[in-house]
């Protein structure tokens, strides 16, 4: 089938670096952003997230709370929690 990984938070807390990838969280699932974060439309903000979960950034920056931006993110997915 098509399931995706599993990921721990240890694992994905290492995805913190261009050079290892940058990963977040949402909601369960585990999304590598690499190669978005060039193009965010917030700039490098969007770092302080890396190897995290991403909800209480939105939480500060409600701008995120549209069904657009969760297509984006979709986009992104490698794994779940
Ligand atoms: C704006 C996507 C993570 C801070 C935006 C916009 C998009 C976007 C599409 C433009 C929204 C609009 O103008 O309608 C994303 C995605 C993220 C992410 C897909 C995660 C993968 C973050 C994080 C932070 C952040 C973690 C802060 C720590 C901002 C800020 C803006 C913004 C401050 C407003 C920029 C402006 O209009 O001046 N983001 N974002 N973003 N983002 Fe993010």
Do not use: F
């Given at each position: 089938t098509?399931?995706?990984?599993?990921?721990?938070?240890e694992e994905v807390t290492k995805h913190c670096s261009i050079e290892k990838g940058i990963w977040v969280t949402?909601?369960?699932?585990?999304y590598d952003i690499t190669d978005f974060v060039a193009i965010h439309p917030g700039g490098d903000k969007i770092l302080l997230a890396a190897?995290?979960?991403l909800e209480p950034f939105w939480a500060l920056y409600a701008v995120h709370e549209q069904e657009h931006?969760?297509?984006?993110?979709?986009?992104?997915?490698v794994g779940v929690l």
């Open positions: 098509n399931s995706l990984p599993v990921y721990s938070r949402y909601k369960g699932g585990v190897g995290k979960s931006i969760l297509e984006i993110l979709s986009e992104y997915k």
